[in-house]
């Protein structure tokens, strides 16, 4: 059979979310809405000490005097803050030493998404924390790590075992009334990781984390603290999937990540949250705040690779405080039918001979809606801050929009700043031109959008490039026009 | 091979093959002719089977069978290899990498493993030493930048790697100085052999000096008006494409 527009659309349509599939499992979840009382409560559940409940309360005061924002170019339902219940964890407690003691339900979820803890250990060099809904479940490489004075761990663990570490930094680079998602993250944060790298330490091997939402109805509330002293060098990978729901699920996280003097982090994301069926129904909600900061000589290099979720909005930012620091941000946007993504990076200069590379692609098919927004700005005190940016869009179809918002403020007349736009199409040639060789329609598009994001996959490491490339070609079958 | 029968096709509303018959067996070469606009892309698209062109009457068989149904991809997989005349671009796609999906893609439709690497290595060397390609443009994105010359002989690559039973070229020779028409004809006439064929489309006489057919068919207004051997372009090209219509018409 020979493709049409009209055909591909139909089968685009019927493309079922690959991972929707939901795991029955006993949980131990809050009654919905959002006090005090729940602060407290989940404050006492993770059994912290009185500062961490004392600065979650203070961050829900915050968010309370707070209104969402409207400034993104996304439209949907507000969420109903008292309709969400904010702590659910599996239930059967106890920390596993072993894979034998896990929940064997649990696995078999993970097996699905080809994360088979198994398979993991033995792949070479990752080291993987899982965070099922929102309790840690298993650590692995845990001892390798910490022969070199690695802490890698779940931060509510941090928080007992490391508060110097987490009272130091938390909400040192994103504040907790830096916006309204993050003040409600700051108060209600359920789980998520930390991680530490000495002086000097180059960790040995890729940090991952695979976040899941598994409870209807329970907003997942992620915060990451990622600490890279000075001189040291970490790449941490975060990859999620989730099972399809009706209700919108909403989702705020938090990441915060500290290079000090000379330490360089890389920072890779894939992310594949239920992005609604195809009327737009349903799908998560990620309202995520990511910043870093950069200290003398630093770098931050964030690359994501975004086809999930039916809302983003999202702009892992730097801000380069020490001189001769670099910021990069790497980002594939894709988006599918009712889909709307509002995504991009600051990039904030501040230090002398400061850097920053942005590379930004975004993908719309369907009815979807892909906004590029990004922030270069250049502090008067910036000497010879440079920045390039480079923001490519690709449309599949007539339904769907691109659009590019970026912003520029320079104060320093030393700056040096260059900015890039293209918009294409992937056209019936260039599809007919790779059937006649041989290569199927889906085939065919998933080649074209390789080939348009290759500059950003290139940049992730090896074993996640090659699920990205998967993920693109889930994100996209079947759609052009 | 290829038979075609009473062969109707429009795009849109409008008839642009009106009738045409043909026969191309293995081991020959067929070049078609005509003036522009009297169908000749038209024919390539439709054999390769492209959608916006509708066969309204008339069939193809391929091999026997009735190519109507029949996707490009799957036309391909059988054996149809059409040369393009305006080959598409597809950034960040480099040329190795598109036959490699290109060889792969087909083996897989056969039920065939991919090839191995080193074999496929080993055959790219090979091709593309053939056709006096340069390793740097082997990396390069596809077609993206490259000259008219550039991406005819990389039409040519990839019929060379693909090896299908039958190669539809189409107005190859545009945009090639003699040099690169010499190296591309070459190529097309190694790969010649008694259980393939080619059908050459031109405008011009100038490449079936280095590409010989068998037989040549003069194609005026969606139908072939004319066949005969080699010496039929030579009188073509003299007599112009004038010659041809004002005989129809008588």
Excluded at chain 1, 199 to 207: A, D, F, I, T
Excluded at chain 1, 401 to 409: D, M, Q, S
Excluded at chain 2, 162 to 171: F, T
């Amino acid at each position: 059979m020979a493709y049409t527009e009209e055909e591909l659309k139909k089968e685009l349509e019927t493309k079922e979310y690959e991972y929707g599939f939901y795991t029955d499992i006993e949980s131990d979840t809050f009654p919905k809405g959002l006090s005090e009382e729940i602060v407290i409560a989940i404050s006492k559940k993770k059994e912290e000490p009185e500062w961490m409940t004392q600065w979650r309360l203070e961050s829900f005061r915050y968010w309370k005097e707070m209104v969402e924002p409207e400034w993104a170019n996304i439209k949907y339902k507000k969420p109903d803050f008292q309709d969400i219940s904010y702590y659910s964890a599996p239930n059967k407690k106890p920390k596993y030493n072993s894979l034998d003691e896990v929940d064997p339900e649990l696995l078999e979820t993970f097996k699905k998404l080809g994360i088979s803890l198994d398979e993991q250990k033995k792949l070479a060099g990752v080291a993987v924390d899982i965070v099922m809904d929102s309790v840690s479940v298993t650590t692995t490489f845990k001892k390798t790590l910490a022969e070199k004075g690695i802490i890698f761990c779940s931060i509510s663990e941090a928080i007992k075992e490391h508060p110097e570490l987490v009272k130091k930094y938390i909400g040192s680079v994103v504040p907790q009334k830096d916006n309204f998602y993050a003040a409600l993250n700051s108060a209600v944060f359920s789980d998520g990781s930390f991680c530490y790298i000495p002086k000097g330490v180059r960790c040995p091997m890729e940090l991952s984390t695979y976040f899941r939402i598994n409870q209807a109805g329970t907003g997942q509330f992620e915060r990451t603290l990622v600490i890279a002293d000075k001189g040291s060098y970490v790449s941490y990978l975060e990859g999620c999937t989730a099972p399809s729901r009706d209700e919108n699920q909403l989702h705020a996280a938090v990441v915060e990540l500290i290079a000090l003097d000379d330490a360089e982090i890389k920072y890779s994301t894939v992310q594949n949250w239920f992005p609604g069926d195809k009327e737009g129904k349903g799908g998560v909600y990620n309202f995520v705040t990511k910043r870093g900061i950069c200290e003398k000589n630093a770098k931050i290099s964030w690359t994501q690779v975004e086809t999930g979720s039916a809302i983003t909005w999202k702009y892992p930012s730097c801000i380069l405080k020490g001189d001769n620091s670099i910021g990069e941000f790497y980002s594939i946007a894709v988006t599918n039918n009712h889909q709307q993504a509002d995504t991009g990076t600051k990039m904030v200069h501040l230090g002398k001979n400061t850097r920053s590379t942005i590379i930004s692609k975004g993908i719309s098919a369907g009815k979807s809606q892909n906004s590029y927004r990004g922030l270069v700005q250049v502090n008067s005190r910036a000497e010879n801050a440079r920045n390039f940016s480079q923001c490519d869009s690709l449309l599949m179809g007539n339904e769907c929009g691109a659009h590019t918002f970026p912003y520029i403020e320079a104060k320093n007349k030393t700056a040096q700043i260059e900015h890039e736009a293209t918009t294409s199409k992937i056209g019936e040639d260039q599809i007919f031109y790779c059937n006649q060789r041989g290569i199927d329609t889906e085939k065919a598009i998933a080649l074209i959008v390789n080939g348009f994001s290759r500059e950003v996959l290139n940049k992730l490491p090896m074993e996640f490039a090659v699920e990205a490339q998967k993920l693109l070609e889930i994100s996209l079958e079947g759609s052009v026009g | 091979m290829l038979k075609i029968n009473n062969l109707h096709a429009r795009v849109e509303e409008k008839e642009i093959l009106k009738g045409i018959n043909l026969e191309v067996n293995a081991g020959e070469v067929h070049a078609i002719m005509g003036p522009n606009g009297s169908g000749k892309s038209t024919l390539a698209s439709v054999i390769a089977g492209k959608e916006e062109f509708e066969v309204t009457r008339g069939k193809i068989l391929f091999e026997g069978e009735d190519l109507d149904d029949t996707a490009p991809e799957e036309r391909a997989h059988k054996g149809i290899f059409l040369s393009f005349q305006y080959p598409v671009e597809i950034p960040g796609v480099s040329v190795t990498n598109f036959i490699k999906t290109a060889i792969n893609e087909s083996r897989k439709a056969r039920g065939m493993e991919d090839m191995p690497a080193n074999q496929m290595l080993k055959k790219i060397r090979e091709k593309s030493e053939m056709l006096d390609i340069d390793r740097k443009f082997l990396s390069r994105s596809l077609n993206e930048g490259f000259s008219g010359g550039e991406k005819k002989r990389n039409e040519i690559f990839q019929l060379a790697m693909l090896e299908p039973k039958l190669a539809i070229l189409d107005e190859t020779d545009s945009g090639l100085d003699i040099d690169a028409l010499r190296i591309v004809a070459n190529g097309v006439n190694k790969l010649r052999n008694k259980d393939n064929a080619v059908v050459v489309i031109t405008h011009y006489q100038r490449l079936l000096e280095y590409i010989v057919p068998d037989f040549v068919h003069v194609l005026h207004d969606g139908k072939i008006v004319k066949s005969g051997g080699k010496e039929l372009a030579l009188e073509l090209e003299e007599k112009g494409y004038d010659w041809v219509k004002q005989e129809t018409v008588a």
